[in-house]
């Protein structure tokens, strides 16, 4: 048996680097899984190689009313929700406060913080009347400290923001056995990190360490470990694998 069976699960941002990861793991575990992303192309072609046990849905995750529909969706597919793993992010426009718009910071925190809100909102009705759940919150190293050397307020409020409000849902839903954790990644090899350093994390790599990048997958073990039951007893903790780079 899969350290998942029986799970149904919604993972955003799946097209693609970590969600893809997470998505090919937790179905490789036995969960049934939708995954979500605004590149449909990439996340249908992902979800048709995985099988019966995977759907795509298109969504904007700052979108109330596409999460309604993605739970519409995975309720009439898989039944109900019993795992949200809120992946979806973006880095944004990197500029020194001073100069950064209202526009470009409301962009980052609408999708890197509001849509971690209504994912969180849409599934516990479902989590409670099932008699529980786990809520996966990925934030970052940069809801731990600030990002030294890459000017970027608006990344850091909403990931700063993913860690107090998972704290808040773990406090409110535990004594529905609803548990809440988030996850803080250091450097990944994924296309994001690419497009904000290069392939080999740039000059990151120093300040690492494990003198190495992450693999995607590494990641996805501790999220199956968060939404699988052998960690029953952890809830509103951060859990930082970055290789040591927030050690000293």
């Known amino acids: 048996m899969g350290r998942l069976e029986g799970k149904v699960a919604i993972i955003t941002g799946a097209s693609q680097g970590m969600g893809e990861a997470h998505a090919k ?16 192309t990439a996340g249908t072609k992902l979800a048709d190689s995985l099988g019966e046990n995977a759907i795509f849905v298109k969504q904007d995750v ?3 009313a596409q999460w309604a529909d993605v739970l519409a969706k995975a309720e009439a597919k898989f039944g109900t929700v019993t795992v949200l793993v809120n992946n979806a992010g973006i880095i944004g426009k990197i500029a020194p406060t001073t100069e950064l718009a ?15 809100f209504l994912g969180m909102q849409a599934v516990l009705p479902g989590m409670i009347r099932a008699g529980g759940g786990s809520i996966v919150n990925i934030s970052s190293i940069a809801g731990m400290v600030a990002v030294y050397g890459s000017p970027n307020l608006a990344y850091v409020a909403s990931k700063f923001a993913v860690r ?5 849902v773990a406090i409110e839903y535990g004594p529905n056995n609803v548990r809440c ?17 290069d392939e080999e994390g740039g000059e990151a790599l120093s300040m690492i360490p494990l003198k190495r990048l992450a693999d995607p997958s590494e990641v996805s073990n501790l999220v199956m470990f968060l939404a699988s039951d052998e960690s029953s007893f952890i809830t509103g903790m951060e859990h930082v694998i970055d290789g040591g780079m927030t050690a000293a």
Not at 164 to 168: D, R
């Open 102 to 116: 209202q526009a470009d910071f409301q962009t980052v925190c609408d999708i890197n913080q509001l849509g971690v």
């Open 164 to 168: 107090g409000m998972t704290k808040q």
């Open 25 to 40: 793991a937790f179905v490789a575990e036995g969960a049934k899984v939708i995954l979500t992303d605004v590149n449909d």
């Open 62 to 64: 700052a979108d109330a």
């Open 181 to 197: 954790n988030s996850v803080h990644p250091g450097y990944i090899r994924t296309p994001m990190m690419a497009a904000a350093t």
